[in-house]
């Protein structure tokens, strides 16, 4: 099992604004910058300056280490379960928001997780030969231990998938 990846908390607040909201990055820069972006489209008063970011380790949130079931799986097998679970580079947060795949019975990928026992088949599909997949638990552990820590972070491929 790979070792367990911590992602960073920041509490935010806004000169002018009345209410705070928790921001992930791995620096106060980044997590000032961010919170930058999203309140300049709406206000373009806002400054560097006005933007006060504070470390909230509280609010980290622990990604799991790569389960050993996992380590052996096909990165394109691995892109399936990410993509069945929801994560993206774009909103890494959102991993685990969803848990199914629908595809052909004989998908190669598929059939690879599924003897790794990250996803299993569930129900029958639409079309003949087809049916929808869904993740198991130790498959959400696996997705969350390859899910990037922060916005715009690559996968964290394990070095051993092809």
Request: with cysteine.
């Amino acid at each position: 099992m790979s070792a367990p990846r911590t992602r960073k908390a920041w509490r935010v607040t806004v000169r002018g604004y009345d209410h705070e909201s928790t921001v992930y990055a791995n620096s106060a820069g980044k997590a000032r910058y961010s919170v930058f972006l999203d309140v300049s489209d709406v206000n373009d008063r806002i400054s560097f300056p006005d933007i006060r970011v504070l470390r909230q380790p509280g609010a980290d949130m622990e990604m799991p280490g790569l389960p050993p079931e996992a380590a052996g799986v096909s990165k394109m097998a691995l892109a399936k379960l990410l993509h069945a679970c929801g994560a993206t580079r774009e909103q890494p947060e959102k991993c685990g928001s969803r848990d199914h795949f629908y595809c052909s019975t004989g998908d190669a990928g598929m059939a690879e997780l599924v003897s790794a026992g990250l996803m299993r088949p569930k129900g029958t599909g639409w079309a003949k030969g087809e049916c929808y997949f869904q993740a198991t638990q130790l498959g959400q552990i696996a997705a969350r231990a390859l899910c990037p820590l922060y916005q715009g972070d690559d996968f964290a491929w394990p070095e051993v998938a092809a």
